[in-house]
């Protein structure tokens, strides 16, 4: 089945530690995005990327970073300079060149915890 | 830019009622309105959306509205099953970049 695969489901830093959250998309979209979700609260935009080896800052873009080598992979990472990671992660993906918007399609996101 | 607010915040329905969710949006060019149900630790899933040459749409119990003049628009479900329970979202997006801008949410509770 076509879909957004995110990958690992929970994960744990420690202080100073930089961590890798895997996205992976089957759907031949062209772009991807990186969102953050707190408790209670909407989605915030973290990095986008409308094309290959191209990617533009979002909202709070501060103390993440991310490559887009492949179409079909979009890993964010947060670093230490990340003072407060804790949060849920939703990775989403979505065709473009139609002429009019297209609805995102979101992976199952990777729940991040201080230890 | 564009900012999406939704309300209200909680909303707690009996098994068989009609349940409405409204947001207001800023930017006037945004012309792409989907609506988003997510269920405890899962991502967001598009349940319904419009675009701005459209004044409703329907799909089965869910239904969307817009008015572009007034710049707000609303999720209506009819016939609320227990398994409507979860967080709905809205969001906008202003012309054709494919970027959302997402209202703060709604928790959907139905008691049967």
């Known amino acids: 089945d076509g879909g957004i695969t995110q990958s690992p489901k929970y994960l744990f830093r420690k202080e100073g530690q930089n961590v890798t959250l895997s996205c992976e998309q089957n759907l031949n979209h062209d772009a991807m995005y990186w969102y953050r979700q707190d408790p209670g609260q909407g989605l915030r935009l973290i990095y986008y990327s409308q094309i290959v080896n191209d990617f533009q800052k979002g909202d709070i873009a501060e103390g993440y970073s991310v490559s887009r080598e492949k179409k079909e992979s979009f890993p964010l990472t947060v670093t230490s300079a990340q003072k407060n990671p804790t949060a849920f992660y939703l990775c989403?993906?979505?065709?473009?060149?139609?002429?009019?918007?297209?609805?995102?399609?979101f992976g199952d996101g990777t729940r991040l915890s201080i230890l | 830019g564009e900012n999406v607010e939704q309300h209200p915040s909680t909303l707690s329905v009996q098994e068989g009622d009609s349940a409405v969710i409204k947001c207001t949006y800023s930017d006037s060019a945004s012309n792409y309105f989907p609506w988003y149900k997510q269920e405890l630790g899962k991502g967001p899933q598009l349940i319904i959306d419009?675009?701005?040459?459209?004044g409703e749409k329907k799909d089965q119990r869910i239904a969307v509205t817009l008015n572009k003049t007034a710049k707000h628009f609303s999720l209506h479900i009819t016939e609320t099953q227990p398994e409507d329970s979860a967080v709905y979202f809205c969001a906008a997006d202003p012309d054709a970049g494919n970027m959302l801008t997402f209202g703060g949410g709604t928790r959907l509770m139905v008691k049967p």
């Open positions: 989403a993906s979505t065709a473009t060149g139609f002429g009019s918007n297209q609805p995102q399609h």
């Open positions: 419009i675009r701005s040459n459209v």
